[in-house]
């Protein structure tokens, strides 16, 4: 069983749509959690972060974590067709959980956004 | 202002042959990764260098794959004898510093090895 898991999807929503993404882990050691964006032959791009348990929100975007279920989720509202991408769930243990400065990452979910 | 560039951004090789993939790293950036991605899979990691000391190499495949950034600028991924398992876009990453904000790694755009 890998480290984190992540449904690949793909996804398909149309446009205007909340989006329902998510990851499962297994190492309690994960305290940062992280949501990247990759465009297709591009490289991830953070779209945020959060550190321990709890809600963050930024525009359209909401992560969530509840580390008692170890599950992490990431919210888009009113979904636009640029936001077609694979969208990849990562963690990196605490100072004190040794290596954090490894991603370690889901599989990615593909999400295409149909206008 | 620049970002994390990688080249060449494809290279195809026999099996057997040796690669060579450069990164350059955004300047100042202290910490350098290279993430290996195979088709369909998320990034995994190889190898981490804070400034020219490569601090782990943990994740590395085998002693075929060699890295190396000699004056904690540029890094060379270096893969001797490819094999076709060794088909993937290298993804290489750096940040400033990875204590305190760990997750803040600025990744480039990758190079796709195809081996054939």
């Known amino acids: 069983q890998k480290e984190v898991e992540q449904d690949p999807g793909p996804l398909s929503v149309p446009e205007g749509a909340i989006v329902s993404l998510n990851c499962t882990y297994s190492?309690?050691?994960?305290?940062?959690f992280m949501w990247y964006r990759q465009y297709s032959r591009k490289g991830p791009e953070l779209l945020m972060y959060?550190?321990?348990?709890g809600n963050k929100e930024d525009g359209r975007f909401t992560a969530q974590v509840d580390k008692s279920s170890k599950y992490i989720s990431l919210f888009i509202r009113d979904s636009q067709p640029s936001d077609s991408a694979t969208y990849l769930c990562?963690?990196?243990?605490?100072?004190?959980?040794?290596?954090?400065?490894?991603?370690?990452f889901g599989k990615g979910t593909l999400l295409t956004v149909n206008p | 202002g620049a970002g994390v560039s990688q080249s060449p951004r494809y290279k195809v090789a026999k099996r057997g042959q040796d690669v060579a993939l450069r990164c350059d790293p955004i300047?100042?950036?202290?910490?350098l990764f290279w993430y290996q991605q195979a088709l369909g899979q998320g990034p995994e990691f190889l190898t981490y260098?804070?400034?020219?000391?490569?601090?782990?190499k943990s994740g590395l495949p085998s002693d075929r794959f060699f890295a190396e950034r000699p004056e904690g600028s540029v890094s060379t991924l270096k893969i001797q004898r490819t094999q076709q398992e060794d088909s993937a876009v290298y993804l290489c990453a750096s940040s400033l510093e990875v204590s305190g904000r760990p997750y803040e790694q600025y990744f480039g755009p990758g190079t796709r090895l195809t081996v054939t």
């Open positions: 260098f804070q400034n020219e000391a490569q601090l782990d």
């Open positions: 990562a963690m990196i243990p605490g100072y004190s959980g040794g290596s954090n400065y490894k991603l370690t």
């Open positions: 300047s100042g950036h202290v910490s």
């Open positions: 190492n309690s050691a994960f305290q940062y």
């Open positions: 959060t550190y321990s348990s």
